[in-house]
Each structure stands twice: as C-alpha cells, then as structure tokens.
C-alpha cells in the first residue's frame, strides 16, 4: 500500500519546460485530467507526487504551468513529448472530451493525432476513476 505524500514531498515547479529524456532520464509520464472538484484535484495531485516519488517525472498542470504561460502550447508539449500520458477518466473528463470543451477538449485533439500516426502505440494509459456512465473511457 502507497501512504499519502505530505506537503513536504510536494515538487517544486521547472517553469513550464519538460526534461528532455535522456538513456538514463527517468519516464516522463504527463497528466490529463479534468478539473472536477478540489477533491479530485488533490486526488491527483496526489497520484502524480507518488509517481514523483517512484523516479518517474510526472508532468502536472499544477506544477509545471506557471501563471500567464502558453497553456495551450503546454498541452500539446506535455502530450507529445512524454513517454506515457495518463488520461484520468471520470465522468467530467469524458463529457469534456467528447464535446471539445476546455483543456481536456483540446487535448483530445492532441490524442488523436498521435493515434491516428501510430494506431498501435502504448503511449496512452486511461486510469478510470468514479465513473457511474456505461461509458468508460471517450472516444479517441
């Protein structure tokens, strides 16, 4: 069993810029989530410090995105140039994802095109969280 982080193992923030993977660079996992309630924010935020915690770099909005930043550009980074993307699936998140709104819309979008270049690709982990819809994950 994984004990929740405390505010002390909370990363600091490198200013929007990813760590370019090196050999021996640890993943670089990014998070895709919906902003659904503090609670679930935490949850994730809590997610992402035990990955943290683990040797992997957990790309979060939350630390990673500073105020007045390009989010859009964010996003698309965060997308394309981890090793792994997380997409958080709650009910919010696919109602987002399938209508196009907000950031989860928009990465969406970013999703697709990666699948659409490689249709086999492993790159993208849906996490299904709370979700009480017969659907469980969107269509990507």
Known sequence: ???APTSNDQP???NGNFDV???TSPPTVFISYSHDSPEHKQWVEDLATRLRNAGV???LDRWNLEPGSDVALFMERGVRDS???LTICTDT???KAEAGVGGVGYERLIVTSELIQDIGTTKFIPIVKDVIGTKKVPSF
């Open 1 to 3: 069993m994984v004990s």
């Open 83 to 85: 090793d792994r993307v």
């Open 93 to 95: 998140y696919i109602r």
């Open 57 to 59: 770099n957990a790309i």
């Open 21 to 23: 993977k090196s050999a």
């Open 12 to 14: 600091r923030s490198n």
